[in-house]
Each structure stands twice: as structure tokens, then as C-alpha cells.
């Protein structure tokens, strides 16, 4: 236990500790941290989370190893679905919905929250989005993820830091 020798005092054994505490964080949100991100790539990394499930690859292998989501590499959804699907979420899935509004009215798939009973989607753990936003991080995973092939291999992780939002 060299720490808790009597030659370390208290504060700088706290300072110790922290440090460290910072180190595991700064290495687990990586991606998010290493550079400011903007615009689309902000609202997958941060505000939407979106790379706990969808990863940071966009291959569905999701950042929390306990999650996972769609493969955006092999999406064949247009812009217009996708901002469909983000804003309602799917039913009987683990994917959010993100507009706040949603099941409030039909708005989605023609359902209210009692149509869609135990189906209903989860909210999301991060925040509601705004459309702008919604519509922003769309256009970044049609960008970024979709019809780019599988992920090299040796690449899957770690990942690559997003490339500088516009
Ligand atoms: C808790 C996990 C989770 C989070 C967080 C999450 N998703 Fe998903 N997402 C999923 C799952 C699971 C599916 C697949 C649903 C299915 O089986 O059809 C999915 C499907 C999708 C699809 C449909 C893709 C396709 O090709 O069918 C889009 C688009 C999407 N997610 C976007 C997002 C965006 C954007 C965010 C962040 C704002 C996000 N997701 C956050 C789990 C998640």
C-alpha cells in the first residue's frame, strides 16, 4: 500500500487519486474529447450518444460494450427515413426516440403511446433533439458511415476520432 504510507499526506494522496480518475475517464470518452466536435459529430458523440449503441465506427458495435444498434455501413435508408426513424425510434427495439413530442399524438407510424403499448421506444437516456439537430446528425451518418464498406480489419478499435465537423 505505498499510498497510504505516512510520508504521502492526505491532499496529495487525493490529488493522486484524482488524477487517475481523470485518466480513466479521459480514456473511456476518448472519441468524444480529443478534439472539439461540432455540428453532426457532436450530436452522434454527445448530445444523442448515439455511438454507445451505433459505435464509433458506425458498424453497430456500440462504444458501451453492453449495446449495440444498426449497422449504418450497410444502411439503405435515405435521409428523409432516417430522420423518420431518429425522431420516433423503433418499436420493440432498444432504439430511441429522440423527438420529444413523439406518441404524444400519431405523429409516428400512426401510433399514440397506448397504440404502441409495451412496444413503445425508450426515450433517450441523453436528451430530446432538437429537428435541426435531428436533421444534422443524419446527414453526418449518410456522410460518414453509410455505404462505406466494412470497417478494416485491425481498425474495428480503437476507433477513429470523427473527422472535423463542418
Ligand atoms: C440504446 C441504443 C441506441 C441508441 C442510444 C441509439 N440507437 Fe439507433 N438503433 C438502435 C437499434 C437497436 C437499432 C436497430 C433497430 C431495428 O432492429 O430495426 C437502431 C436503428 C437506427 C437507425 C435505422 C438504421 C437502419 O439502417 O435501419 C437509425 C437511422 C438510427 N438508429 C439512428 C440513431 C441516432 C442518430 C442515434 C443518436 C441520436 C441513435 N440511433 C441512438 C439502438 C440505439
Redesign the pocket.
Known amino acids: 500500500m505505498p499510498l497510504s504510507g505516512r510520508h504521502i499526506s492526505k491532499s496529495a494522496q487525493a490529488g493522486i487519486i484524482f488524477a487517475v480518475g481523470m485518466l480513466g475517464l479521459g480514456l473511456t470518452s476518448w472519441p468524444a474529447t480529443a478534439q472539439q466536435l461540432s455540428g453532426g459529430a457532436r ?2 458523440f454527445e448530445k ?3 455511438n ?3 459505435g464509433t465506427n458506425g458498424d453497430g458495435v456500440g462504444d458501451d460494450a453492453r ?4 449497422n ?1 455501413r450497410e ?1 439503405a ?1 435515405d435521409k428523409e427515413t ?1 430522420v423518420m ?2 425522431s420516433c425510434g ?1 418499436p420493440g ?4 426516440y ?1 423527438e420529444k413530442f413523439s406518441y404524444t399524438d400519431d405523429r409516428c407510424y400512426g401510433m399514440t403511446a397506448a397504440d404502441a403499448g409495451t412496444d413503445k421506444p425508450q426515450a433517450p437516456i441523453t436528451t430530446f ?1 432538437a429537428k435541426r439537430d435531428i436533421s444534422a ?1 443524419a446527414d453526418y ?1 449518410l456522410e460518414t458511415f453509410v455505404g462505406q464498406g466494412p470497417v478494416a480489419p485491425g481498425a474495428e478499435k480503437p476507433a477513429q476520432p470523427p473527422p472535423a465537423a463542418h
Open positions: 450530436i452522434y444523442g450518444g448515439c454507445q449503441c451505433h449495446e449495440h444498434g444498426a449504418f444502411s435508408l432516417m426513424i431518429i423503433v427495439t432498444n432504439m430511441p429522440f433533439l446528425v451518418i
